[in-house]
């Protein structure tokens, strides 16, 4: 099996996103490209980097109204993408759309509440809930609108999957043990995520920030 690691190859320079790419193929499961690519390199650097024939999970975390996010949707379509992102906080209507729109073999996947918040950033929201109930909640929606699954911290994946057994889930804000957490919030550790029911975990600095990116891969897989 794959491993179920995701790089997050979050630069904006395509030549070091293949070189990590390539340094570190044998450890993960499929690479991310995100806004920081995506905004400097568009669908065309996508399509380059699928060259490397490594499952593309296309993080565009796209949120606006239902006709806009179907429209960007359908003009991704030709890259094919094996995961896309969408906001639920976008509602219902934007996600059934955004569903509709996107090729049959690409999962569609909704963030719940981004990693790098916590129920202070919640409160300051004037969101009553905090980020369990916020994320059982729009993993609720994203399962009513027919997505394939949900983006939410370790820390929610157990109870996410609980009401969606057969949901994919998606965790980022993953640090190992030592590692640095910078903006994230809510995290918690490849393996505990692993555990907790993640179907993938996405990592970015922990790998790209490393001396060498592919030892630091292999010793994350290596405690999974
Ligand atoms: O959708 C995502 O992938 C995502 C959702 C979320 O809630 N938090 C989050 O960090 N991410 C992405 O996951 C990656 C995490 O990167 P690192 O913090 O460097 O491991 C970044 O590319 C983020 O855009």
Same mark, same amino acid.
């Given at each position: 099996?794959? !491993?179920?690691?995701?790089?997050? @190859? +979050? ?10 790419? !390539? ?15 995506? =905004? ?10 699928? =060259? ?11 949120? +606006? *109204? ?20 969408? $906001?639920? #906080? /976008? ?5 059934? +759309?955004?569903? =509709?729109?996107?090729? *049959? ?17 919640? $409160?300051?929201?004037?969101?009553? !809930? ?7 909640? @729009? ?26 057994? +057969? ?5 980022? /804000? ?20 692993? $555990?907790?029911?993640?179907? *993938?975990?996405?990592? #970015? ?20």
């Amino acid at each position: 099996m794959r !491993s179920p690691v995701f790089i997050a @190859l +979050d630069t904006p320079d395509i030549e070091r996103a293949k070189t990590i790419a !390539s340094a570190v193929r044998n450890h993960v499961g499929g690479i991310k490209l995100g806004l920081e690519f995506f =905004a400097a390199n568009g669908p065309d650097g996508v399509k380059e980097m699928a =060259a490397l024939e490594l499952p593309i999970f296309l993080d565009l975390k796209l949120h +606006d *109204i239902p006709n806009t996010v179907a429209k960007a949707v359908q003009a991704l379509r030709p890259i094919r993408p094996a995961i896309l992102t969408v $906001h639920a #906080g /976008g509602g219902r209507a934007m996600m059934e +759309d955004a569903k =509709a729109a996107a090729p *049959i073999d690409t999962k569609v996947v909704a963030v719940t509440l981004l990693t790098s918040l916590d129920g202070e950033d919640l $409160h300051d929201m004037g969101v009553a !809930s905090d980020p369990h109930d916020q994320v059982v909640r @729009l993993t609720e929606l994203a399962k009513l609108s027919g997505l394939d699954g949900v983006v939410c911290s370790g820390r929610e994946v157990k109870a996410a999957k609980t009401i969606w057994p +057969d949901g994919f889930f998606v965790v980022p /804000g993953v640090r190992p043990a030592s590692g640095k957490t910078a903006d994230q919030k809510r995290t918690v550790t490849p393996a505990d995520a692993m $555990h907790a029911g993640a179907s *993938i975990i996405v990592i #970015g600095r922990p790998i790209t920030g490393a001396d060498e990116p592919d030892i630091a891969a292999r010793a994350i897989e290596a405690t999974l």
